[in-house]
């Protein structure tokens, strides 16, 4: 049985009289710590894809379903609470809280979205920071650091909450290449840490190549799909 | 919760200028009503206490009818030594009640033996008398602050007037019930100085001396001023006596006494009033103030961090956690504000006490201001702010709330 199951998957948008199909049923399988990754145009339907996945939106038709539960009609509240208990999000401007140093930008789901107590908490955290590098910086602020460590912080961030699935809409857009190329090699070396499925879509092909499941999107139908390195995913 | 309050302050520390102005504009506002409020409630305060410690007392008890034609100084509305027993039997059985001092009020005449002129007196128990109004002594700017049999305390225009001071014997005559003049001599014991407001010009002599001229068959009393041990027991206390003497009745069944407070006895009441109505404005102007800043505040905050609320809804925060970020935010301003208010209020109250402000009031001249704030009235505007800051800062935050994570996420 796949992690995240959907089936004929569709999104409408209205934008005012027009009807845009943004995604035409869409059907995959994704197992459990894969590294997902999903390409194709611009306007192809990548963000959409990943904004009903995420369960920060809800299809048109179709059937989604994450770990077994059936997400595409969940209200509001069900949403933010299946979100903060099973889903981590990486940005691709990062969005980091501003008011908050490194460490406490990644001790926030752990106090504001779960309630972790202090030791677990400050266990997760160490630990994430020491794997992504950035245990040094952890008292500096957002703006004292650079876009690429930026980046890494939100990784803790999505990761800390031990989350089944982390979610990245062009973590890399911003970045030059050799930083993205870092920042998805980190990705990767986390998901064979903690076993969590990363899925993150993308424009750059140079990154694209370092997924081991490429699933290309175009005009909102998927068409094609290609596993390589094959062996990781069961 | 400790962790949104470190959200909420940093959050205000980052718009350093306009939280600064914002906290100082409610900080001003919180100034101007506590300084307001102690000179005029210090103002107030002198006032009733002048009023009724010098002369009035804190409530009076007369027969029925006696009040509304008091200018004439009725004799046949007196009270009769069975409905006095009476009274004191009840005055006596509330244990709220410091003092009460009987008086019979009459009009006459008053000679210097050369010239003669109208006088209002009051025929007191000078120990009682003295314990219920307890300023009347210091009102006594010549002569003696006793009072004994024989003597009397004229008012200080009739001193001036008839050319008279203390030790110089004078005679007063009056008419009683029944139509028959008597006169009496006495020695002028002291001058009194006058005060505002009705009974402030009247002269005093020995209860015993008012029987005598009025040639009382049996001792009669116009009216009974109480003195409270606490004067914010006045309604109460009111109430209680009002209660006791309402079963007495006279023979046409209507009640036998009247029971007044200073303030239906005093025409400066309305002025207290007044005061506490100003007092109440400047406190609308405090709420519209505290209201409409933190609001703007909190709409401004709101607007700019779309996208920090987008990323942090994504992230799976409850609406309500993201209602009580910003409500708290909102809360921590007022506070800055009350706190820094509050301090530079009562400072600015502690100058103006040193620096001894003195004022007029009536004829009395060189009152000193003693503005005090006190702490009920410090907890309520502490307790306005506070509560007008949640409430200005609940809109924007229930907006910030019921924000779509996507479409947040989208702005820039
Ligand atoms: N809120 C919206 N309202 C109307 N149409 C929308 C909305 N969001 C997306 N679309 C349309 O849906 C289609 C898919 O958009 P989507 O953002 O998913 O593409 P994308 O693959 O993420 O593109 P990009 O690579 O530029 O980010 C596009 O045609 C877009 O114009
Ligand atoms: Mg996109």
């Given at each position: 049985?796949?992690?995240?199951?959907?089936?004929?998957l569709?999104?409408?948008?209205q934008a005012?009289?027009?009807?845009?199909?943004?995604?035409?049923?869409?059907?995959?399988?994704?197992?459990?710590?894969?590294f997902?990754?999903f390409?194709g145009p611009?306007?192809?339907?990548?963000?959409?894809?990943?904004?009903?996945?995420?369960?920060l939106?809800?299809?048109?038709?179709g059937?989604?379903?994450?770990?077994?539960?059936?997400?595409?009609?969940?209200?509001?509240?069900?949403?933010a609470?299946?979100?903060g208990?099973?889903?981590?999000?990486?940005?691709?401007?990062f969005n980091?809280?501003?008011?908050?140093?490194?460490y406490?930008?990644?001790?926030?789901?752990?106090?504001?979205?779960?309630?972790?107590?202090?030791?677990?908490r400050?266990k997760?955290?160490l630990?994430?920071?020491q794997?992504?590098?950035?245990?040094?910086?952890?008292?500096?602020?957002?703006?004292?650091?650079?876009g690429?460590?930026?980046?890494r912080?939100?990784?803790?961030?999505?990761?800390?909450?031990?989350p089944?699935?982390v979610?990245a809409?062009?973590?890399?857009?911003?970045?030059?290449h050799?930083?993205?190329?870092?920042?998805?090699?980190?990705?990767?070396?986390m998901?064979?840490?903690?076993?969590?499925?990363?899925?993150?879509?993308?424009?750059?092909q140079k990154?694209?190549?370092e997924?081991?499941?490429?699933?290309?999107?175009?005009?909102?139908?998927?068409?094609?799909k290609?596993?390589?390195?094959?062996?990781?995913?069961? | 919760?400790?962790?949104?309050f470190?959200?909420?302050?940093?959050n205000?520390?980052?718009?350093?200028?306009r939280?600064?102005l914002?906290?100082?504009?409610?900080?001003?506002?919180?100034?101007?009503?506590?300084?307001?409020?102690?000179?005029?409630?210090?103002?107030?305060?002198?006032m009733v206490?002048?009023i009724?410690?010098?002369m009035l007392?804190?409530?009076?008890?007369?027969?029925?009818?006696?009040?509304a034609?008091?200018?004439?100084l009725?004799?046949?509305?007196?009270?009769k030594?069975?409905?006095?027993?009476?009274?004191?039997?009840v005055?006596?059985?509330?244990?709220?009640i410091?003092?009460?001092?009987?008086?019979?009020?009459?009009?006459g005449?008053?000679?210097?033996?050369?010239?003669?002129?109208?006088?209002?007196?009051?025929?007191?128990?000078?120990?009682?008398?003295?314990?219920?109004?307890?300023?009347?002594?210091?009102?006594?700017?010549?002569?003696?602050?006793t009072?004994?049999p024989?003597?009397?305390?004229?008012?200080?225009?009739?001193?001036?007037?008839?050319?008279?001071?203390?030790?110089?014997?004078?005679?007063v005559v009056?008419?009683?019930?029944?139509g028959?003049v008597?006169?009496?001599?006495?020695?002028?014991?002291?001058?009194?100085?006058?005060?505002?407001g009705?009974g402030?010009?009247?002269?005093?002599?020995?209860?015993n001396?008012?029987?005598?001229v009025?040639r009382?068959?049996?001792v009669?009393?116009?009216?009974?001023?109480?003195?409270?041990?606490d004067?914010?027991?006045?309604?109460k206390v009111n109430?209680?006596?009002?209660?006791l003497l309402?079963?007495?009745?006279?023979?046409?069944?209507k009640?036998?006494?009247?029971?007044?407070?200073?303030?239906?006895?005093?025409?400066?009441?309305n002025?207290?009033?007044?005061?506490?109505?100003?007092?109440?404005f400047?406190?609308?102007?405090?709420i519209?103030?505290?209201?409409?800043s933190?609001?703007?505040?909190?709409?401004?905050?709101?607007?700019?961090?779309?996208?920090?609320?987008?990323?942090?809804?994504?992230?799976?925060?409850?609406?309500?956690k993201?209602?009580s970020?910003?409500?708290?935010?909102g809360?921590?301003?007022?506070?800055?504000?009350?706190?820094?208010?509050?301090?530079f209020?009562m400072?600015?109250?502690?100058?103006?006490?040193?620096?001894?402000?003195?004022?007029?009031f009536?004829?009395?001249?060189?009152?000193i201001?003693?503005?005090?704030?006190?702490?009920g009235?410090?907890?309520?505007?502490?307790?306005?702010?506070?509560?007008v800051?949640?409430?200005?800062?609940?809109?924007?935050a229930?907006?910030?709330?019921?924000?779509?994570?996507i479409?947040?996420?989208?702005?820039?």
């Amino acid at each position: 049985m796949g992690l995240i199951v959907s089936e004929n998957l569709q999104k409408d948008y209205q934008a005012g009289e027009v009807t845009v199909r943004a995604l035409k049923g869409v059907s995959f399988n994704i197992e459990p710590a894969s590294f997902v990754s999903f390409v194709g145009p611009s306007g192809s339907g990548k963000t959409t894809l990943l904004n009903l996945i995420g369960c920060l939106d809800k299809p048109t038709g179709g059937s989604l379903k994450i770990g077994e539960a059936d997400v595409s009609a969940l209200d509001r509240k069900q949403g933010a609470s299946f979100r903060g208990k099973n889903i981590g999000f990486i940005f691709q401007d990062f969005n980091l809280m501003p008011v908050l140093t490194v460490y406490e930008n990644i001790e926030y789901p752990l106090l504001m979205v779960q309630e972790v107590p202090v030791k677990e908490r400050e266990k997760r955290i160490l630990n994430l920071l020491q794997a992504v590098g950035m245990l040094e910086q952890k008292d500096k602020y957002p703006d004292q650091i650079s876009g690429g460590q930026k980046q890494r912080v939100a990784v803790a961030r999505a990761l800390v909450t031990n989350p089944m699935l982390v979610l990245a809409d062009e973590p890399t857009a911003n970045l030059d290449h050799s930083t993205a190329y870092r920042v998805i090699e980190l990705m990767k070396k986390m998901r064979d840490e903690f076993k969590t499925t990363f899925i993150f879509s993308t424009h750059d092909q140079k990154i694209v190549g370092e997924a081991e499941i490429i699933y290309t999107l175009e005009d909102g139908e998927l068409t094609g799909k290609q596993v390589k390195g094959g062996g990781k995913n069961a | 919760m400790r962790n949104l309050f470190k959200i909420a302050i940093r959050n205000l520390l980052r718009y350093k200028r306009r939280t600064l102005l914002t906290a100082s504009l409610i900080t001003i506002g919180v100034i101007f009503v506590l300084v307001f409020i102690s000179i005029s409630g210090s103002f107030k305060n002198m006032m009733v206490g002048q009023i009724t410690d010098s002369m009035l007392g804190h409530l009076q008890i007369h027969k029925r009818g006696y009040v509304a034609s008091i200018d004439n100084l009725p004799l046949n509305l007196n009270l009769k030594p069975n409905a006095m027993k009476k009274v004191e039997g009840v005055l006596q059985t509330i244990p709220e009640i410091e003092s009460f001092s009987p008086r019979i009020k009459f009009g006459g005449l008053f000679s210097n033996f050369t010239e003669t002129t109208n006088i209002r007196l009051n025929g007191v128990l000078p120990e009682k008398e003295f314990k219920t109004v307890p300023l009347m002594p210091s009102r006594i700017t010549a002569g003696k602050k006793t009072l004994q049999p024989g003597e009397i305390l004229i008012p200080d225009l009739l001193s001036k007037g008839m050319g008279v001071k203390p030790g110089d014997t004078v005679v007063v005559v009056a008419t009683n019930q029944d139509g028959s003049v008597n006169g009496k001599q006495f020695i002028i014991s002291g001058v009194l100085e006058g005060v505002t407001g009705p009974g402030g010009r009247d002269g005093y002599i020995h209860l015993n001396d008012a029987v005598e001229v009025l040639r009382m068959e049996e001792v009669e009393i116009s009216e009974v001023a109480i003195r409270l041990k606490d004067f914010g027991k006045l309604e109460k206390v009111n109430a209680e006596i009002s209660n006791l003497l309402s079963g007495e009745v006279t023979k046409q069944g209507k009640p036998a006494f009247e029971v007044h407070t200073w303030e239906k006895l005093s025409p400066f009441y309305n002025i207290a009033t007044m005061i506490d109505l100003m007092t109440f404005f400047i406190k609308l102007m405090l709420i519209a103030v505290v209201l409409i800043s933190i609001m703007n505040v909190m709409i401004m905050s709101v607007y700019e961090r779309v996208r920090e609320i987008g990323t942090i809804a994504a992230i799976g925060t409850l609406p309500g956690k993201i209602l009580s970020m910003f409500v708290v935010e909102g809360f921590c301003l007022g506070l800055i504000g009350i706190i820094t208010g509050n301090i530079f209020g009562m400072a600015i109250v502690f100058i103006l006490k040193l620096a001894k402000i003195t004022f007029a009031f009536g004829r009395q001249e060189g009152l000193i201001l003693i503005p005090t704030v006190n702490v009920g009235d410090l907890l309520v505007i502490s307790a306005i702010v506070i509560a007008v800051s949640v409430i200005a800062s609940l809109q924007p935050a229930y907006k910030a709330s019921r924000m779509e994570p996507i479409k947040a996420l989208r702005s820039v």
